[in-house]
Nanobody, 120 residues
Framework: QLQLAESGGGSVQAGGSLRLSCVAN?????MAWFRQSPGKKREGVAA???????RYTDSVKGRFGISLDSAKNTLYLEMNSLSPEDTAMYYC?????????????????WGGGIQVTVSS
């Protein structure tokens, strides 16, 4: 059974950077990052397919980077130029086939989430 575990969250000031990690216990075809703030719907942030194809939501393009260390089955999200609007619980998700997108309805494997807080 696939298990996902996030790490690397925390608090940072606006303009700062954080790197999130998500370790999977199995090799996965598609992995993604989502986030959810209180009172808001879960939002897709970025997705990465095993062949390197990536997708980003518009609000993070140019600031966030998604990558995968295949040898470690570890997905990363490098977050730069953070703003208070990026404050949320961040979740790692995975699926075994296409589509590999930032739509939350496409995923049935989720990590427990990790908090990211950006202060102004």
């Amino acid at each position: 059974q696939l298990q996902l575990a996030e790490s690397g969250g925390g608090s940072v000031q606006a303009g700062g950077s954080l790197r999130l990690s998500c370790v999977a216990n199995l090799r996965v075809y598609c992995m993604a990052w989502f986030r959810q703030s209180p009172g808001k719907k879960r939002e897709g942030v970025a997705a990465l397919r095993i062949d390197g194809q990536s997708r980003y939501t518009d609000s993070v393009k140019g600031r966030f980077g998604i990558s995968l260390d295949s040898a470690k089955n570890t997905l990363y999200l490098e977050m730069n130029s953070l703003s208070p609007e990026d404050t949320a619980m961040y979740y790692c998700a995975a699926r075994s086939r296409d589509p590999c997108t930032v739509s939350s309805t496409a995923y049935n494997n989720w990590g427990g989430g990790i908090q990211v807080t950006v202060s102004s």
